[in-house]
């Protein structure tokens, strides 16, 4: 348990959430500031920071419970799609550092927009990213 870590302390019950979804590794519980109705979170009981620390064990139990809460919401609140998202770093927006993956359902003509109008590229920028991310000489 890290000091101070809010999702540790949900978690460990000390913390006030709704929670709608929990295992032996995972809890899943109400974002107070929902994007849509019934965004939700989920997170790993054991805290890792972020995705770079996060082990494979959990990043693999997490995502099999935000695809049970997808399901879960899908018969219950009947969206039209889901966004699953996760901030990685402050530049990223990342606020609580304990990793976690938003399950954010989606509906016909809802709030959420994306804050990046993507536009088309340069192929030759986007080949010579791609050969400093393979680590081409
Ligand atoms: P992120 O920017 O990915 O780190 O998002 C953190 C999310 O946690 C935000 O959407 C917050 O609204 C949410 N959040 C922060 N504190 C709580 C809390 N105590 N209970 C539920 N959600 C929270
Ligand atoms: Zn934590």
């Known amino acids: 348990v890290a000091d101070a870590c809010i999702f540790c302390a949900i978690v ?43 082990s494979d064990e959990d990043l693999q139990r997490t995502t099999i419970a935000a695809r049970r809460l997808t399901r879960k919401m899908a018969e219950t609140l009947e969206p039209a799609g889901f966004n699953i998202l996760n901030a990685c770093g402050a530049a990223a927006w990342q606020t609580v550092f304990h990793f976690h993956l ?15 109008i993507p536009r088309g ?17």
Do not use: C, K, W
Request: glycine share 6%; net charge negative; aromatic share 4%.
């Open 121 to 137: 590229g340069d192929p030759d920028e986007i080949a010579r990213i791609a050969g400093r991310i393979r680590g081409d000489e």
């Open 102 to 116: 938003h399950v954010i359902p989606r509906y016909e003509d809802d709030p959420m927009r994306l804050p990046v």
């Open 12 to 54: 460990a019950g000390d913390a006030p959430a709704q929670l709608v979804d929990s295992d032996e590794h995972t809890v899943s519980f109400m974002d107070i500031n929902p994007f849509t109705p019934g965004h939700a979170l989920v997170i790993p009981r054991t805290h890792s920071a972020d995705l770079t620390e996060i």
